[in-house]
């Protein structure tokens, strides 16, 4: 069974940082996309920001030039570095991994179990 978990949230003042950190562990072949998605108030899941197994990326306009989303293969683990952090960026925060559990599979998708961030005065 493949799982992921995540670590890092936290309460935070506007201006502030936080590193997220997701890790995979369980039985596959290979890790393709990695991800994070966010959950305010509302129903809706949005995307944060993603990167390919070859490292390019791929931002929503309201994180872009504030968050950082990087991959370190060897753990099978993403990052989110999150600066200049605004009221609005709080939300649950869920890492998601496109893989391949064995060779020739079409991709499964997995989640984290999600980590608060805060972002509050």
């Known amino acids: 069974q493949v799982q992921l978990v995540e670590s890092g949230g936290g309460l935070v003042q506007p201006g502030g940082s936080l590193r997220l950190s997701c890790a995979a562990s369980?039985?596959?072949?290979?890790?393709?996309?990695m991800g994070w998605y966010r959950q305010g108030p509302g129903p809706q899941r949005e995307l944060v920001a993603t990167?390919?197994?070859?490292?390019?990326?791929d931002y929503a306009d309201f994180v872009k030039g504030r968050f950082t989303i990087s991959r370190d293969n060897a753990k099978n683990t993403v990052y989110l570095e999150m600066n200049s952090l605004k009221p609005e960026d709080t939300a649950v925060y869920y890492c998601?991994?496109?893989?391949?559990?064995?060779?020739?599979?079409?991709?499964?998708?997995?989640w984290g179990q999600g980590t608060q961030v805060t972002v509050s005065s």
């Open positions: 998601n991994f496109a893989l391949f559990r064995r060779k020739w599979d079409l991709l499964s998708n997995y």
């Open positions: 369980g039985s596959f072949f290979s890790i393709d996309t």
């Open positions: 990167i390919t197994w070859g490292g390019s990326t």
